[in-house]
């Protein structure tokens, strides 16, 4: 959610920044803008809308400089007008923020700053921060030690960007809301996500909570609350700006649907030499588990979902909890407990704030996850990579394949030191899993049954196992980006109150793995006698294919992986629902990314 970017140093800055805001969007936003110090002022562009719209602006009023801040916002307080939008200044117009995250406290603070006889012009939380920087510049502070003094008022997550007229830095600050430094040749970047600058520097250092960053055109600083020196690591990011372009695809959901071939090899490579192999834990976390836990939101809740069915097939106690609700309704504490976020861009709030949670009560934390240098990565015991590489579009589609294959690797090797896994002939199938994908990916099966029910009244999903969480995904997908009403259910519960809703009009997708499919087929038979039309996703040589009205056919594989290529001719299905519906569907409306505040 939001987007920040900045640089320092660059001869063409304006044009960086809004290169940096193009790149973010992906995030999710309804206004933008930029700042750029200008001698002793500040050139400030905002607009409401798209980032195409703000560069229209740009155009017309020609902000120039070599440093520079910008912003994409997703509205929380107040609508998205230009009025709104980021950056905001102070009363003199000489000082510049941007903001992720939510001032708890703004409130009482803006009344305090207004009574003293400032101006806030907009409805955010945002506009106080400028404002109480005006306060301490004033009293004879320097930028740095003002912006550390407002740190000390404001209560809440935040990642800020600032800059003052007449310096040539940039002043950053994170709590609860990510960002990264780029460090290029002569040019220093800010984000708060690698693909803003991927395309000037592959360097990164990644803030921690606490962290206030001031940076320079070829040098920076990092040091923690109390402004002590922090050596944060310098790592190298293994994707290039061309990962993170469309390329010959229409979209980038399609481009990202199409690349789960390569994201799975990636997933397994290394893992499967001579059984499972996962060096890349050090440490013991895994070792003596006896339970586990899974953390997680929408698309890693439904992977999390999935893990926990393959680790209670290998008689491992598993659970699945939704991390918002984790807090306040934790399975009970017990001995021997890890818990597993599952989180595909390692900052999701609500999974962050469970892991904390987990650590209180004295459980071990593994981070699996898509992002190096991730806040989970780096708070939890240890990280596991999925290994997917970027992923632009809003709806995760390659980190949900790729998270299974890592959770099934993850399940085997926990099996493994009882005897409980399942041995080659599972290795065998995750191995040939790639291929199987680009079978389903290069098939236009779904593209047919796209057309044939693209005009449907609603959409149910069902399946059995390891079906269910596909059913959910499935359904999940569907709704995100075509905004067609669609359920995923657990298929024994159709007749406990959702069949009251089927139709004619209501096609059920049925997610056959290849195990319980007798039950299944009974399910079915259920929606046929009511006239619901039945699409079965599955082998297509088994029975709910030849009583259905269309087939999205998977190859046969391992039961266990069978629900993969079944989620991947869904993901296939919701995209061109989507695209027949003329769907914006790489930032379908209201969603963002990554959510980054609770």
């Known amino acids: 959610m939001c987007g920040i970017t900045a640089c320092v140093g660059d001869e063409r800055a304006v044009s960086t920044l809004l290169s940096g805001l193009d790149n973010l969007e ?3 936003y309804d206004s933008a803008g930029i700042a750029v110090p200008n001698g002793r002022s500040l050139d400030v562009v905002k607009r409401s809308g798209a980032v195409a719209e703000l560069v229209e602006s740009v155009r017309r009023e020609r902000p120039d400089g070599r440093i520079g801040i910008g912003h994409t916002r997703w509205s929380t307080h ?20 941007v903001h992720n995250g939510i001032i708890e406290n703004y409130a009482a603070l803006r009344d305090r700053l207004q009574a003293s006889g400032h101006e806030i012009d907009s409805e955010t939380d945002t506009e106080v921060l400028p404002h109480l920087v005006e306060e301490q510049l004033g009293a004879g502070a320097e930028p740095e030690a003002a912006l550390r003094s407002v740190l000390d008022e404001i209560e809440g997550s935040y ?55 001031v940076i320079g055109a070829e040098s920076y600083r990092v040091t923690d609350w109390d402004g002590r020196d922090c050596d944060r690591p310098v790592r190298t990011v293994d994707w290039t700006a061309a990962d993170a372009e469309k390329g010959r695809h229409d979209h980038y959901m399609h481009k990202e649907i199409h690349e ?124 596991l990579f999925v290994r997917a590489g970027p992923e632009i579009g ?45 079978s389903v990916v290069e098939s236009a099966d779904a593209r047919a049954v ?5 005009d449907s009244d609603a959409y149910f999903f069902i399946g059995r196992s390891t079906g269910y969480p596909v059913a959910l995904e499935g359904a999940l997908k569907l709704k995100e980006i075509s905004y067609e009403h669609a359920e995923g259910f657990a298929a024994g519960e159709l007749k406990h109150g959702p069949l009251a809703l089927v139709t004619d009009r209501t096609p059920v997708f049925a997610i056959d793995t290849g195990r319980n499919t007798e039950t299944l087929l009974g399910n079915v038979e259920e929606v046929r006698a009511r006239g619901g039309p039945v699409v079965a996703v599955g082998p297509p040589e088994s029975p709910i294919a030849a009583l259905a009205d269309a087939v999205l056919p998977v190859p046969s594989t391992d039961p266990e992986l069978t629900g993969i290529g079944a989620n991947v001719q869904l993901q296939l ?26």
Not at 78 to 97: F, L, S, W
Not at 165 to 189: F, K, M, W
Not at 415 to 420: E, P, S, V
């Open 78 to 97: 107040g609508a998205p007008t230009d009025e709104n939008a980021h950056p905001h200044t102070d009363c003199t117009g000489t000082v510049a923020v």
């Open 573 to 598: 299905l919701a995209y061109h629902v989507a695209a027949a519906l003329d769907r914006p569907i790489d930032k379908p409306r209201n969603l963002a990314k990554s959510v980054t505040v609770e």
């Open 260 to 383: 789960q071939p390569r994201a799975l090899r990636q997933a397994l490579q290394g893992r499967l030499d001579d059984g499972v192999s996962l060096d890349d834990l050090d440490g013991g976390v895994v070792e003596d588990v006896e339970r586990v836990q899974f953390v997680a939101c929408g698309t890693s809740y439904h992977a999390g979902l999935y893990g926990a069915q393959l680790l209670r097939e290998r008689d491992v106690p598993a659970v699945t909890c939704l991390a918002s609700e984790y807090v306040t309704a934790a399975p009970p504490e017990i001995d021997g407990t890890l818990v597993i976020g599952v989180t595909q861009s390692g900052e999701t709030a609500d999974t962050l704030e469970a892991l904390r949670t987990a650590r209180s009560r004295g459980h071990r934390t593994l981070a699996v996850t898509n992002t190096v240098g991730s806040t989970a990565a780096r708070e939890c015991d240890e990280a």
């Open 159 to 213: 990642a800020i960007a600032m800059v003052v007229a007449g310096s040539d830095t940039v002043y950053a600050a994170r709590n609860g809301s990510p960002l990264v430094i780029g460090l290029g040749e002569e040019t220093n970047y800010l984000a708060s996500d690698v693909p803003a600058f991927i395309e000037h520097t592959d360097r990164v250092v990644y803030l921690d909570d606490g962290d206030v960053a």
């Open 26 to 28: 992906y995030r999710g």
């Open 450 to 454: 796209a057309r044939q029910f693209r």
């Open 394 to 438: 809003v709806a995760a589609t390659k980190t949900f394949s790729s998270q299974i294959v890592t959770l099934g690797l993850l399940a085997e090797w926990i099996a493994a030191r009882d005897g409980a896994d399942r041995g080659e002939a599972f290795h065998a199938a995750l191995a040939g899993l790639p291929e199987i994908v680009q």
